[in-house]
T-cell receptor, first 112, second 114 residues
Framework: NAGVTQTPKFQVLKTGQSMTLQCAQD?????MSWYRQDPGMGLRLIHY???????DQGEVPNGYNVSRSTTEDFPLRLLSAAPSQTSVYFC???????????FGSGTRLTVV | GQQLNQSPQSMFIQEGEDVSMNCTSS?????WLWYKQDPGEGPVLLIA?????ELTSNGRLTAQFGITRKDSFLNISASIPSDVGIYFC??????????????FGRGTQLTVWP
C-alpha cells in the first residue's frame, strides 16, 4: 500500500514546454485533487475529481488540464509552461465516506 | 471562492510554551480540519472537527469548531522542537456544488527554539 505517489519529485521546464505531472493512488479512493503551494499562499485547488470520468475546476485552473480515466490515476497537464507556474504541486485523495485527504509528497516545478 | 483567514502567519516561540492559532471564514463549513506540513512533505491531518461547538484533543493538541461554523482554533501545549512546521486550517462542506472540495487557510509557520 503505497498511498499517493507523485512523479517526478523535481522538474525544470523551459517556458512553453509541456509536461504531465503524474499522480497515482492505490487506496481505491473516489476523490482526487491537485493543489499548488506558493509561499504565503497556502494550498490552492487547481482541479479535482469525485470519480472516474468526472472532473471540475478549482480556484486556479487556468493553464492546467486534467483527466480521470481510471480511479487510480489523476494526471495534471501543463500545455505551455509559464514562469508563473513555478510552484510545488500536491496531489491528494480520499474515500467518499471519509473526510481526510491523503497527500502525496509533492512535485517541485521550476519554469525558466 | 471561499476564503479562510488564518492567523498568525508565523510564530517564533521557546520550547515549552503554548501556541494558539485560529482560522475564520466568510462562509459556513460543516467540517473543520487542521493539518501539519513538515519540510519537503505533504500535509498530514492532525485533528478533524465535525460539529459546531465541538472541542477535540489529540495529545498536546486541542482544536475547537466555532459555534457560528465560520471559525476554528488550534492550541498546542508545551511545545517541543518537532512541532516545527506549517499548520493549515481547512474547511469542507461535502455536499452540493462543493462536494469533494477542501479549502485551505494560508498557513501558520511555527518555529520552536530550544
Amino acid at each position: 500500500n503505497a498511498g499517493v505517489t507523485q512523479t517526478p519529485k523535481f522538474q525544470v521546464l523551459k517556458t512553453g514546454q509541456s509536461m504531465t505531472l503524474q499522480c497515482a493512488q492505490d487506496m481505491n479512493h473516489e476523490y482526487m485533487s491537485w493543489y499548488r503551494q506558493d509561499p504565503g499562499m497556502g494550498l490552492r485547488l487547481i482541479h479535482y475529481s469525485v470519480g472516474a470520468g468526472i472532473t471540475d475546476q478549482g480556484e486556479v485552473p487556468n493553464g492546467y488540464n486534467v483527466s480521470r480515466s481510471t480511479t487510480e490515476d489523476f494526471p495534471l497537464r501543463l500545455l505551455s509552461a509559464a514562469p508563473s507556474q513555478t510552484s510545488v504541486y500536491f496531489c491528494a485523495s480520499r474515500d467518499s465516506t471519509t473526510i481526510d485527504y491523503t497527500f502525496g509528497s509533492g512535485t517541485r516545478l521550476t519554469v525558466v | 471562492g471561499q476564503q479562510l483567514n488564518q492567523s498568525p502567519q508565523s510564530m517564533f516561540i521557546q520550547e515549552g510554551e503554548d501556541v494558539s492559532m485560529n482560522c475564520t471564514s466568510s462562509s459556513i463549513f460543516n467540517t473543520w480540519l487542521w493539518y501539519k506540513q513538515d519540510p519537503g512533505e505533504g500535509p498530514v491531518l492532525l485533528i478533524a472537527l465535525y460539529k459546531a461547538g465541538e472541542l477535540t484533543s489529540n495529545g498536546r493538541l486541542t482544536a475547537q469548531f466555532g459555534i457560528t461554523r465560520k471559525d476554528s482554533f488550534l492550541n498546542i501545549s508545551a511545545s517541543i522542537p518537532s512541532d516545527v512546521g506549517i499548520y493549515f486550517c481547512a474547511g469542507q462542506n461535502n455536499r452540493g456544488s462543493t462536494l469533494g472540495r477542501l479549502y485551505f487557510g494560508r498557513g501558520t509557520q511555527l518555529t520552536v527554539w530550544p
